[in-house]
């Protein structure tokens, strides 16, 4: 934590600044729980001043449990409001609340219609997220094309997720035919960035073996390996269900 932004925030939120009382939630947000529950206390102010950042770092911290309890419903209000002031965050998750009907109702229109104001706004995530509908045809008429050119644009700015979902057209063949090597090029960008999920499918194409990638044990269990310490609980189950299938084939070499 930077200490003199610490000290220069904190002397413009004291006299009421709700851009530095954001910007203070951040910072302490880093901290210990002491100081995340002062993350949470200007955080609130900034919020209640209208600041549709603070707007929407208040839900966050309300969905994570961060400096305060968890609570679905208050985060869905102050995202809400943010969302209508055109914060591109507060807006994608407005707009995949209402695709999965997870706290407000499903409501699919309502999804697309939040999902592309947050693509406007800046959110590559949303734009990934349209793409994604797009591909299944959720929402809108599918569109393999748009939603590959889409992935393709989004892997290019060094989006994770897109990269993931455009490996998975590279293994599905989808434009050109299968490319095995592309694909495992962007799930390891992909799982680098984050995406869990990646590591599964990378080790599922070095345990059998992909067209011009080689089977290759070793690098199926590396694959998986970080989901065994850090992989939510169903992804570890997924990785230990990978490690008995690639002892098994190797008892049968």
Known sequence: MDEKELEKYTAAAEAGDASAQYNLGVLLSEGDK???????????????QGFAKGQSLLAHF???????????????????????????????????????????????????EWLRKAAAHGSDD???????????????????????HLFEQLAEKGLPAAKYNLAIFCLDGYPNGREAQRAVQL????????????????????????DDVQQ??????????????????????????????????KSEK
């Not at 943010?82 to 009907?101: C, I, N, P, S, T």
């Not at 734009?127 to 599918?142: I, N, V």
Request: overall charge neutral; hydrophobic content about 40%.
């Open 34 to 48: 002491k100081q995340q529950k002062k993350a949470f206390a200007w955080t609130l102010k900034s919020a209640k």
């Open 62 to 112: 309300y969905i994570n449990g961060i400096g305060v309890g968890q609570n679905p419903d208050k985060a869905y209000d102050w995202y809400k409001k943010a969302a209508m002031q055109g914060e591109a965050k507060a807006e994608r998750f407005m707009g995949l609340d209402a695709l999965h009907g997870v706290v407000g109702e499903k409501d699919v229109e309502a999804a697309t």
């Open 126 to 148: 949303a734009s990934c997220d349209l793409a994604g509908m797009l591909q299944r045809g959720e929402g809108m008429k599918q569109d393999l094309d748009e939603a590959y």
């Open 187 to 210: 799930l390891e960008e992909a799982a680098a960035g984050g995406v869990k999920i990646a590591h599964v499918t990378l080790a599922q194409i070095y345990m059998e073996g992909v």
């Open 216 to 249: 290759d044990f070793d690098k199926a269990t590396d694959s998986v390996a970080p989901l065994l310490k850090t992989g939510p609980a169903p992804l570890r189950r997924i990785a230990k269900d990978v490690l008995k299938e690639i002892d098994r084939l």
